[in-house]
């Protein structure tokens, strides 16, 4: 077995100095790695092995990567995002009396005669259908009653009118003493029950003239301008209850709005006069959420007012009108009814802080001094 001077000879090249033996002055001399100076000498023997190099191609990669790297860096830093808080909902109008409307029958009868169908166009005022009572002598008996209810009205009046003389008289005949204070009393006394009975038959006569408007008013007329939407599925077989819808109408010249219902996360930022950007169903668009500026097929709009409180879905309900300074289409391409979808613009943040945001579910940057101690001190 061989000593561990002659392998460490063996592996010393002809450029290193020999150790100093132990009758020499100590002198310090730098030794190298053995392992190094193998692996050079290894090296030196394969000549192709060390030309070697990392290829130009890997070298082009690492440093595009590298630079994206940087820009993605620098678009998350510097570039502008506009958040937005996104919602659903349909096209309405503000008024209450220009929305979808149920045309409903004041009295119970039978269908007697249509004279609209489904599309039909209306003007405030026109028949829509025709109400008849199953008794087709009821308006003859109640003409009937009313003269009989009439006649005992008069015949009480003239009785009241009769007692009020009466009683003037006894009244005079008393002061002259000509007459008991008992007969001016009773006197008296007939004149308030004649006046009762007469307020009595002029209620019934005035039930008996109700029922009898109600009658005439089976005729079931437009309440304004539109088109009809749809109708009872009925004939003259069809018999139809008190308040029963029997036509559904939509208004035409309407003040048209918007009722989007958002995040409750997102609500309390959302204030009347915010901007949006609206997409409507059946409108080619395409929208850029952080970027509405170059969104193409959107239309403006203003918040109008917000919700106090939950709807049933459990979203809060916006209204929103039409941006003035970008209009909506017309009233040919968009409808009650409609779908929308709108994304209400907030606050412009760096791209970054959106991505974060969103990764976290938090909640978006709020405008400076909101909050509770704001909203108290403007109190």
């Not at 100590?26 to 190094?36: K, N, T």
């Not at 005669?113 to 308006?139: K, M």
């Not at 943040?349 to 709020?366: A, D, I, K, M, S």
Request: net charge negative; aromatic share 6%.
């Amino acid at each position: 077995m061989a000593r561990p001077e002659l392998i460490a000879t063996a592996h010393r090249s002809p450029e290193t100095p020999a150790p100093a033996t132990a009758g020499d002055e100590p002198l310090e001399v730098a030794v190298p790695d053995v392992r190094l100076v193998a692996r050079r000498e290894y090296l030196e023997r394969f000549e192709t092995l060390d030309s070697v190099r990392a290829p130009s191609a890997a070298r082009v990669l690492a440093g595009v990567i590298l630079l994206t790297l940087l820009l993605v860096a620098g678009m998350l830093a510097f570039t502008p995002w506009v958040q937005t808080s996104v919602g659903m909902g349909r096209v309405t109008a503000l008024d209450p009396d220009e929305r979808l409307q149920e045309i409903t029958v004041l009295v119970g009868g039978r269908i007697n005669r249509w004279f609209v169908r489904d599309g039909s166009r209306v003007r405030e005022g026109d028949p829509i259908v025709e109400i008849v009572d199953v008794d087709p002598r009821l308006v003859e008996r109640l003409e009937a009653e009313r003269a009989a209810v009439a006649s005992k009205y008069m015949a009480a009046r003239t009785a009241s009118e009769i007692a009020k003389i009466d009683m003037e008289r006894q009244r005079e005949l008393f002061s002259e003493g000509l007459a008991s204070r008992r007969d001016f009393e009773t006197a008296s006394i007939r004149v308030e029950e004649l006046e009762a009975k007469e307020a009595e038959a002029l209620a019934d006569l005035n039930a008996v003239d109700v029922k009898l408007s109600r009658q005439s008013t089976q005729l079931v007329t437009a309440p304004r301008d539109g088109a009809i939407l749809s109708l009872l599925a009925g004939d003259k077989a069809t018999l139809v209850k008190e308040g029963q819808t029997v036509a559904t109408l939509a208004p035409s010249e309407v003040d048209l709005a918007a009722e989007i219902y958002v995040s409750g996360l997102d609500a309390p930022l959302i204030q009347p006069g915010r901007k949006l950007r609206l997409e409507f169903e059946g409108w080619p668009a395409v929208q850029f959420s952080g970027w509405p500026a170059v969104a193409v097929g959107t239309f403006g709009g203003v918040v109008a007012s917000v919700d106090s409180a939950v709807s049933p879905n459990g979203r809060f309900r916006i209204l929103v009108t039409e941006d003035p300074a970008d209009p909506w289409p017309d009233e040919r391409y968009l409808r009650l009814g409609s779908q929308v979808k709108g994304w209400v613009l907030l606050n412009t943040v760096p791209l970054g802080y959106e991505l974060w945001r969103q990764l976290n579910r938090f909640p978006p940057l709020p405008d400076s001094g909101a909050g509770p101690r704001a909203s108290a001190g403007r109190s």
